[in-house]
C-alpha cells in the first residue's frame, strides 16, 4: 500500500531555482520591501527589486486583490494591507506566548516607566511580537514585526548566552557581528564573554549597542523543556535607565520573564 505524502516531497529542503515558483518569489520580495519602506511609489518599486515596471504592475494587483497591499490615492503609493495583517498574526496564534505576557508587560511597563518587549528569535534575528510602549515622551519604540540582530539586542543577547554554545556560535558564524556603535561587541571572543555574564546575573544587558543612548535590559523565556524560546525586555534611553539601574531592572525583567514561562507551562533549565 503506498505511503500518503505528509507534505513535504523528497525535494523539500532543495531550494534551488527548479523548486522555487519565480513569480511568487518575486511577489513576496514586493511585499517584504513594502513592510520595510510603506509609501513607494510603482517606479520606486520597480527600479528597487530590478524587475521591469509591468512586472511589479501585474505582481501588486494580484497581491492587492487578495487584500495584502493597497493603493493610496492621489499619489499612487503602496502599502502593506489588511490581508497581509490577518495573515501575518496567525504566526502569533502559534504560540501562546504572547497573551500571556501581556499582564507581565503591563507590570513591567508600570514599574519600570519604559517600554516593555516581546521577542523570538526567527531566522538568526531577533523578530518583535509585542510591546507596551511608555508613555514618556522619549522611548523607545519596536513595533511588532520589528527584525533586529541578535548579538545587539537585549532580547538576543537573553537568548543566546542560553542557548546551547554551538548553536550560538552557529548563529553568530551565519550573521556576523556587525558594529552599530562604538560600543557594540565585533569580537566573537567579547561576546561570548559578555553572555557568561548575562547568565551569571541572569538577564542581559545592551548597553547602546545599537543604537546610541538607548539601553535595554532582557530575560529569556523558557519552554517545558527548559529551552529558552522567547526573550522580555525593557528599553529606553540611557540618561533615564543608568548602568547603575541595571540590577534593579535586570530583577524586575527576570522575575516577570520567569512569571511568563510559568504561565505558559515552562520551566527554568537546570543549573
Not at 494580484?62 to 490581508?83: C, F, K, N, R, Y
Not at 531566522?123 to 522619549?138: N, P
Request: charged fraction near 20%; hydrophobic fraction near 40%; glycine fraction near 10%.
Amino acid at each position: 500500500m503506498p505511503t500518503k505524502p505528509r507534505g513535504r516531497p523528497k525535494a523539500f529542503h532543495d531550494k534551488t531555482d527548479q523548486n522555487t515558483v519565480q513569480a511568487l518569489d518575486r511577489a513576496l520580495g514586493l511585499l517584504s520591501t513594502l513592510a520595510a519602506h510603506p509609501g513607494m511609489t510603482l517606479s520606486e518599486l520597480a527600479e528597487t527589486s530590478g524587475q521591469a515596471v509591468a512586472t511589479v504592475y501585474r505582481a501588486l494587483v494580484t497581491l492587492q486583490s487578495h487584500g495584502m497591499v493597497e493603493a493610496e490615492d492621489p499619489a499612487q503609493t503602496w502599502h502593506i494591507g489588511p490581508g497581509a495583517f490577518r495573515t501575518g498574526s496567525a504566526f502569533l496564534r502559534r504560540t501562546k506566548v504572547v497573551e500571556r505576557a501581556r499582564a507581565a508587560m503591563d507590570g513591567l511597563m508600570r514599574d519600570t516607566g519604559e517600554t516593555a518587549n516581546l521577542g523570538v528569535e526567527v531566522g538568526d534575528e531577533v523578530l518583535f511580537l509585542s510591546q507596551v510602549e511608555t508613555h514618556q515622551a522619549i522611548r523607545a519604540f519596536f513595533p511588532p514585526g520589528t527584525i533586529a540582530p541578535m548579538h545587539v539586542s537585549g532580547i538576543g543577547k537573553a537568548l543566546l548566552a542560553w542557548y546551547p554554545e554551538d548553536k550560538t556560535r552557529g548563529i553568530l558564524a551565519r550573521k556576523g557581528l556587525q558594529r552599530f556603535t562604538t560600543l557594540t561587541h565585533t569580537s566573537e571572543t567579547a561576546l561570548l564573554r559578555d553572555l557568561a555574564r548575562t547568565r551569571d546575573r541572569g538577564f542581559a544587558i545592551d548597553d547602546q549597542e545599537r543604537a546610541e543612548g538607548m539601553r535595554c535590559v532582557a530575560a529569556p523565556i523558557f519552554n517545558a523543556h527548559g529551552e529558552p524560546v522567547a526573550g522580555l525586555s525593557v528599553s529606553g534611553p540611557a540618561f533615564r535607565m543608568g548602568l547603575s539601574d541595571a540590577t534593579r531592572l535586570g530583577t524586575l525583567v527576570r522575575a516577570a520573564a520567569d512569571k511568563v514561562t510559568e504561565a505558559t507551562g515552562g520551566q527554568q533549565p537546570a543549573p
